[in-house]
């Protein structure tokens, strides 16, 4: 959880014209973060992205993410997101495996 | 949370997420009032077997800013249902031995069936929707645990959004659903 293993990822730019591009903050816990084999990565995306357009590069980034793609859920700034919605500058997004607290 | 007067008509909820054996006073003193006639409490405690395997050591992790938050969000939506005066909820982290409390709601009430009800509603969604997980170390390995009320919820959030019905594994209580609020507490599956 130290800062020394936050890594960057920096995808390829849209084709065409000049795109602005923004940073996620993605956050990893339990299973997803011991098949990514780190908890925390800065991700730089198009401006317009959504958290489903993340959440497709970070599985092809850590392709052991693969595995629990089918019952994971996304959030953003602490809340559940049901279907993709576009991500801004400095949002927070998490990637939630199935909880098991209580 | 120490001023119950008797005019106050409820009380501050507490939510928290510690990494040391959790004190049940604390929060039963957190819903303490004149006015209440019941404090219900639940506590959950470590299990030492798992179908018939030893568990040697549990683990819990917490994305901790967002479980406070749906913690807090847990004791709005029970105070929508049930007429409550106090709300306490904590969840203990880091390594629990077996046999100690990891999770612990408190609620008061005036009377005692709202107190009980919003008691089982609070743990149930604990379970379902708060990012908390349990990793339970055995002799020959360890397994991240899953569940079955985060499932349920996403199941519950499907039929909702086909319109087809509302989720039948929670229609015992006969409350859930009702109200609003609940938007927040459900989610689907997702897929790349």
């Known amino acids: 959880m130290t800062s020394a293993s936050i890594e960057s990822i920096e995808t390829a730019k849209g084709a065409g014209f000049e795109n602005h591009r923004i940073r996620v903050s993605v956050l990893m816990f339990a299973k997803a973060r011991e098949l990514a084999?780190?908890?925390?990565?800065?991700?730089?995306?198009?401006?317009?992205?959504?958290t489903a357009d993340c959440l497709?590069?970070?599985?092809?980034?850590?392709?052991?993410?693969?595995?629990?793609?089918?019952?994971?859920v996304l959030a953003l700034n602490h809340d559940y997101v049901e279907n993709p919605v576009v991500v801004n500058d400095g949002?927070?997004?998490?990637?939630?495996?199935?909880i098991s607290g209580g | 949370m120490g001023?119950?007067?008797?005019?106050?008509?409820?009380l501050e909820d507490m939510v928290e997420i510690v990494?040391?054996?959790?004190?049940?006073?604390?929060y039963i003193d957190a819903v303490r009032s004149p006015r209440?006639?019941?404090?219900?409490?639940?506590?959950?405690?470590?299990?030492?077997?798992?179908?018939?395997?030893?568990?040697?050591?549990?683990?819990?992790?917490?994305?901790?800013?967002?479980?406070?938050f749906q913690?807090?969000?847990?004791?709005?939506?029970?105070?929508t249902r049930w007429p409550l005066i106090g709300v306490a909820m904590a969840h203990r982290v880091g390594v629990v031995p077996i046999g100690e409390e990891s999770v612990f709601v408190a609620v008061s009430s005036v009377h005692r069936r709202d107190a009980l009800?919003?008691?089982?509603?609070?743990?149930?969604?604990?379970?379902?929707?708060?990012?908390?997980?349990?990793?339970?170390?055995?002799?020959?390995?360890?397994?991240?645990?899953?569940?079955?009320?985060?499932?349920?919820?996403?199941?519950?959030?499907?039929?909702?959004?086909?319109?087809?019905?509302?989720?039948?594994?929670?229609?015992n209580e006969g409350i859930v659903g009702k109200a609003e609020g609940r938007r927040g507490s459900c989610f689907i599956k997702m897929s790349p």
Request: hydrophobic residues 35%; aromatic residues 8%; glycine residues 6%.
């Open chain 2, 3 to 10: 001023e119950t007067s008797a005019d106050d008509l409820v």
């Open chain 1, 91 to 98: 949002d927070e997004l998490a990637l939630i495996p199935p």
């Open chain 1, 37 to 50: 084999g780190l908890s925390e990565v800065s991700l730089e995306v198009d401006e317009g992205a959504t």
């Open chain 2, 117 to 171: 009800q919003a008691c089982e509603f609070a743990i149930d969604e604990i379970k379902a929707t708060v990012p908390i997980w349990k990793k339970e170390i055995y002799t020959n390995g360890e397994v991240w645990k899953e569940n079955k009320e985060f499932f349920e919820k996403s199941t519950i959030a499907d039929l909702k959004k086909c319109g087809t019905g509302t989720g039948a594994k929670e229609s």
């Open chain 2, 36 to 68: 209440a006639g019941a404090i219900a409490t639940f506590m959950g405690t470590t299990r030492d077997t798992f179908e018939e395997q030893q568990v040697l050591e549990l683990q819990y992790e917490a994305y901790i800013p967002m479980a406070l």
């Open chain 1, 56 to 72: 497709k590069i970070l599985v092809s980034t850590y392709d052991k993410l693969q595995s629990i793609t089918e019952s994971m």
């Open chain 2, 71 to 79: 913690l807090r969000k847990i004791c709005q939506a029970a105070r």
């Open chain 2, 19 to 26: 990494e040391h054996p959790l004190e049940p006073s604390k």
